[in-house]
Protein backbone atom coordinates (compact mmCIF):
# COMPACT_ATOMS: atom_id res chain seq x y z
CA UNK A 1 0.00 0.00 0.00
CA UNK A 2 1.12 3.31 -0.75
CA UNK A 3 1.83 4.87 2.53
CA UNK A 4 1.82 8.71 1.10
CA UNK A 5 -2.54 10.00 2.20
CA UNK A 6 -1.47 12.19 -0.50
CA UNK A 7 -2.44 10.04 -3.25
CA UNK A 8 -5.67 9.49 -1.87
CA UNK A 9 -8.95 11.66 -0.32
CA UNK A 10 -7.58 12.69 3.50
CA UNK A 11 -10.61 13.24 5.09
CA UNK A 12 -9.58 12.95 9.44
CA UNK A 13 -6.26 13.31 10.81
CA UNK A 14 -5.35 13.15 14.95
CA UNK A 15 -2.61 13.06 17.29
CA UNK A 16 -2.46 10.54 19.31
CA UNK A 17 -1.14 10.76 23.57
CA UNK A 18 2.47 9.89 21.91
CA UNK A 19 2.87 12.45 19.30
CA UNK A 20 1.87 10.05 16.55
CA UNK A 21 -0.15 11.85 13.42
CA UNK A 22 -2.58 9.81 12.23
CA UNK A 23 -4.56 10.50 8.63
CA UNK A 24 -7.48 8.42 7.56
CA UNK A 25 -8.64 8.70 3.95
CA UNK A 26 -10.38 6.11 1.57
CA UNK A 27 -9.56 2.36 2.82
CA UNK A 28 -6.19 3.23 4.65
CA UNK A 29 -4.86 4.82 8.24
CA UNK A 30 -1.90 6.16 8.37
CA UNK A 31 0.48 6.99 11.10
CA UNK A 32 3.53 9.14 11.33
CA UNK A 33 5.83 9.18 14.18
CA UNK A 34 8.07 12.06 13.18
CA UNK A 35 10.64 9.97 11.49
CA UNK A 36 9.02 7.36 9.77
CA UNK A 37 5.34 6.40 8.06
CA UNK A 38 3.28 3.21 8.06
CA UNK A 39 0.14 2.62 6.57
CA UNK A 40 -2.72 0.19 7.25
CA UNK A 41 -5.21 -1.57 5.02
CA UNK A 42 -6.72 -4.37 3.89
CA UNK A 43 -4.31 -6.61 5.30
CA UNK A 44 -4.53 -4.99 8.89
CA UNK A 45 -8.55 -4.96 8.87
CA UNK A 46 -9.17 -1.45 7.57
CA UNK A 47 -12.30 -1.31 5.32
CA UNK A 48 -12.07 0.01 2.26
CA UNK A 49 -14.93 2.33 3.55
CA UNK A 50 -13.56 6.24 3.64
CA UNK A 51 -12.20 7.20 7.33
CA UNK A 52 -14.04 10.24 8.32
CA UNK A 53 -13.05 10.77 11.83
CA UNK A 54 -10.11 9.10 14.19
CA UNK A 55 -9.69 9.31 18.35
CA UNK A 56 -7.26 8.15 20.30
CA UNK A 57 -8.99 6.93 23.35
CA UNK A 58 -6.70 5.77 25.26
CA UNK A 59 -4.82 2.00 26.42
CA UNK A 60 -3.08 2.14 22.87
CA UNK A 61 -6.44 1.97 21.20
CA UNK A 62 -7.50 3.94 18.18
CA UNK A 63 -11.35 4.15 16.82
CA UNK A 64 -12.39 5.35 13.47
CA UNK A 65 -15.71 6.26 11.89
CA UNK A 66 -15.77 5.17 8.37
CA UNK A 67 -18.80 5.23 6.03
CA UNK A 68 -20.45 1.79 6.88
CA UNK A 69 -19.57 2.21 10.78
CA UNK A 70 -17.26 2.10 13.57
CA UNK A 71 -13.45 0.48 13.69
CA UNK A 72 -11.05 -0.17 16.55
CA UNK A 73 -6.93 -0.48 16.18
CA UNK A 74 -4.86 -1.68 18.39
CA UNK A 75 -1.24 -3.29 17.95
CA UNK A 76 -1.14 -2.55 14.17
CA UNK A 77 -4.93 -4.63 13.93
CA UNK A 78 -8.23 -2.98 13.43
CA UNK A 79 -11.62 -4.67 13.85
CA UNK A 80 -14.71 -3.78 13.09
CA UNK A 81 -17.06 -2.69 16.14
CA UNK A 82 -20.64 -1.47 14.92
CA UNK A 83 -21.90 -1.87 11.64
CA UNK A 84 -24.87 -0.19 9.96
CA UNK A 85 -26.73 -2.88 11.42
CA UNK A 86 -26.29 -1.48 15.06
CA UNK A 87 -25.74 2.63 13.86
CA UNK A 88 -28.71 2.56 11.28
CA UNK A 89 -27.98 3.79 7.99
CA UNK A 90 -26.33 6.87 8.60
CA UNK A 91 -22.54 7.63 7.49
CA UNK A 92 -20.76 7.40 10.99
CA UNK A 93 -18.74 11.10 10.99
CA UNK A 94 -17.72 11.25 14.47
CA UNK A 95 -15.35 8.90 16.98
CA UNK A 96 -14.13 10.14 20.40
CA UNK A 97 -13.00 8.32 24.09
CA UNK A 98 -10.62 8.26 26.74
CA UNK A 99 -9.68 5.54 29.42
CA UNK A 100 -10.66 2.87 26.57
CA UNK A 101 -13.50 3.66 26.33
CA UNK A 102 -15.06 5.01 22.98
CA UNK A 103 -18.25 6.60 21.58
CA UNK A 104 -19.46 7.61 17.61
CA UNK A 105 -21.81 9.55 16.52
CA UNK A 106 -23.88 8.83 12.89
CA UNK A 107 -27.06 10.28 11.18
CA UNK A 108 -28.91 7.66 13.22
CA UNK A 109 -27.66 7.07 16.30
CA UNK A 110 -25.24 8.03 18.96
CA UNK A 111 -23.55 4.87 20.79
Do not use: N
Not at 40 to 69: N, R, S
Request: with cysteine; hydrophobic share 35%.
Amino acid sequence: MDPSPGRRLLRSVMTDGDGRVWMGSVGSIVVHDGKQRRAYGKDAGVPAHLIWDLADVGGGEVWAATTQGLIRGKGGRFEEVAGPDVLGQGETSRVGGEGGRGWCLSRDALS
